[in-house]
């Protein structure tokens, strides 16, 4: 029984794992978007974000300890140039995870992960367009009874007007 255990080995060996989530993040940080299996994404999760937060504090310790992750030196480049300058004032929540259709061979669930602030889609631009005042109590309410008792002036003049047109 795994009671109280919280690391996913994911069917391999610790090294394996290791290896395999260390090539995982370095295909990330220089690609920024990969697809694999659910499960393989939710443990890069676990194992990438703490090194993002760590890229924010650019120094020689700090660089070197991401190396002893990474083990690549143009990923950590990246991370520490490019990545860490996105994501300085974001608390945490550095990745997304979309899962996607099961995969034909053997029915595996895939998923996205992807850096959050290269997205376009889901990018700023979409969130600022999207919020455009801010939401009061009972602010509908208000809304809705200010517009019935304008309509029906204006309903009226209208039909004042219409009337004149026929008139004449």
């Not at 290791?18 to 990969?34: D, E, V, Y």
């Not at 895939?110 to 999207?130: Q, S, W």
């Amino acid at each position: 029984m795994r009671h109280g255990k919280k690391v996913n080995h994911l069917g391999r060996t610790d090294s394996h794992r290791k290896a395999m989530l260390a090539n995982m993040a370095t295909s990330l940080i220089k690609h920024k978007r990969i697809t694999t299996t659910l499960a393989k994404a939710k443990a890069l999760r676990t194992y990438v974000e703490p090194l993002i937060t760590k890229s924010k504090n650019d120094t020689t310790h700090s660089r070197r300890t991401v190396f002893a992750y990474l083990k690549d030196k143009d990923a950590v480049s990246i991370l520490f140039r490019e990545v860490s300058e996105k994501v300085a004032n974001r608390p945490g929540g550095y990745t997304r995870i979309i899962k996607m259709e099961n995969r034909l061979g053997d029915n595996a669930e895939m998923a996205f992960i992807e850096l959050v602030d290269y997205n376009e889609i889901y990018g700023k631009k979409a969130a600022a367009a999207e919020k455009k005042a801010t939401r009061r109590r009972g602010g509908a309410k208000k809304a809705a009874a200010t517009a019935e008792t304008e309509a029906p002036a204006e309903v009226k003049a209208e039909v004042e007007g219409e009337e004149k047109v026929d008139g004449e």
